[in-house]
């Protein structure tokens, strides 16, 4: 079985869309705070037990026979950049996360309806 994933209650291979590669796997990490104490060696660290965000990238290939790659890129941005807030991201391998896709989603044409796609997340698990 291919890894492949769902966000916005919509699958990658709705929109044609192969998953290439992933980095939702890597861990994110620790937000704590660092303060600068006189008179104290190194540095004294605050830790409220929680995490940063984490940064998923997405790579795909985009096979679109029916329609253009326009049309096809108007769809998947719609489905990436609506609603604006956290949604849920679940990816076949079971990982879970509430994401939003954070940053331009980036096309490069192979032929006229083949491109590869790439774009990210900025997720966190709740734990």
């Not at 861990?27 to 995490?51: A, H, K, Q």
């Not at 309806?113 to 990210?120: G, P, R, Y």
Request: aromatic residues 12%; charged residues 20%.
């Amino acid at each position: 079985m291919s890894l492949g994933f769902t966000f916005n209650s919509k699958t990658n291979s709705e929109f044609g869309l192969d998953l290439i590669s992933t980095d939702h796997l890597n861990s994110p990490s620790r937000r704590f705070e660092e303060i600068v104490v006189p008179g104290r060696n190194g540095t004294l660290v605050v830790y409220d037990g929680c995490f940063n965000n984490a940064h998923i990238n997405i790579k795909c290939f985009l096979h679109s026979d029916k329609k253009t790659l326009k049309q096809a890129m108007d769809l998947i941005s719609s489905w990436l950049l609506t609603p604006v807030g956290y949604s849920d991201l679940t990816f076949t391998d079971g990982s879970v996360f509430k994401a939003i896709c954070d940053s331009a989603i980036n096309v490069v044409p192979l032929s006229p309806n083949m491109a590869e796609v790439t774009f990210s997340f900025s997720a966190y698990k709740e734990r």
